[in-house]
């Protein structure tokens, strides 16, 4: 079965405390993995995505990694506007075109 | 401004009595898909459609319809709301099967 998991459910970081969010997965094949914020009461906001194992990206202090189980949210130096939560979501090569959420990581930096 | 709308935003109503979140975008996009949010559950896939009169169900499509008459419409109805499906929905759009979606604000309802 097609799973998604994230880890740790909650972080708590100071300002400039640099820290990584998982999200590792199990799919019969990937198709794509995607990485979002969501802010209290609003709808997710895209931030990646990754395809291939080795492959990353980066935006701002946000850097997306990938390997074939597993991906990571490097925050470098977060500040306080980076809290949210962050999620998970994989896309497999089978048959159907279906979309599995992880249940989220919910990141706190203090100031 | 490119962008996902979903009305009502808010709506409490009663076991029983048929309702329709409507669900458009303006970026010309294939791919639509409806999710409910519950706390420490996630997002889930309820319905999804790759085109114009073509929808399938995702991981928990028990007590929901979806069409897709226009391209960019995807209204999710609730034939028979029950207290179960109170939730947090949300409308998403991607310009192709398997790419990044966007997704709307959000419907918070309750079913009483």
């Known amino acids: 079965e097609d799973q998604v998991t994230q880890s740790p459910e909650a972080l708590r970081l100071q300002e400039g405390e640099s820290s990584s969010l998982n999200c590792s997965y199990t799919?019969?094949?990937?198709?794509?993995l995607f990485w979002y914020r969501q802010d209290p009461g609003k709808g997710p906001e895209f931030l990646f995505t990754l395809y291939s194992a080795g492959e990353e990206k980066e935006k701002e202090r946000l850097k997306a990694t990938l390997t074939k189980k597993e991906s990571f949210l490097h925050i470098t130096a977060p500040k306080p506007e980076d809290s949210a939560t962050y999620l998970c979501?994989?896309?497999?090569?089978?048959?159907?075109?279906?979309?599995?959420f992880g249940t989220g990581t919910r990141l706190k930096v203090l100031a | 401004e490119a962008q996902v709308t979903q009305n009502p935003r808010y709506l409490i109503t009663v076991t029983g009595k048929k309702l329709t979140v409507t669900c458009s975008q303006n970026m010309n996009h294939e791919y639509m898909s409806w999710y409910r949010q519950d706390p420490g559950l996630g997002l889930r896939q309820i319905y999804y459609?790759?085109?114009?009169?073509?929808?399938d169900k995702g991981d928990v499509p028990e007590g929901y319809k979806v069409s897709r008459k226009e391209k960019r419409n995807f209204p999710l109805i609730l034939e028979s709301p029950s207290p179960n499906q109170t939730s947090l929905y949300f409308c998403?759009?991607?310009?192709?099967?398997?790419?990044?979606?966007?997704f709307g604000p959000g419907t918070r309802l309750t079913v009483l």
């Open positions: 459609s790759m085109n114009v009169e073509v929808t």
């Open positions: 998403a759009s991607s310009l192709y099967r398997g790419d990044e979606q966007f």
């Open positions: 799919v019969s094949g990937l198709r794509g």
């Open positions: 979501a994989v896309t497999p090569t089978s048959g159907t075109y279906k979309y599995i």
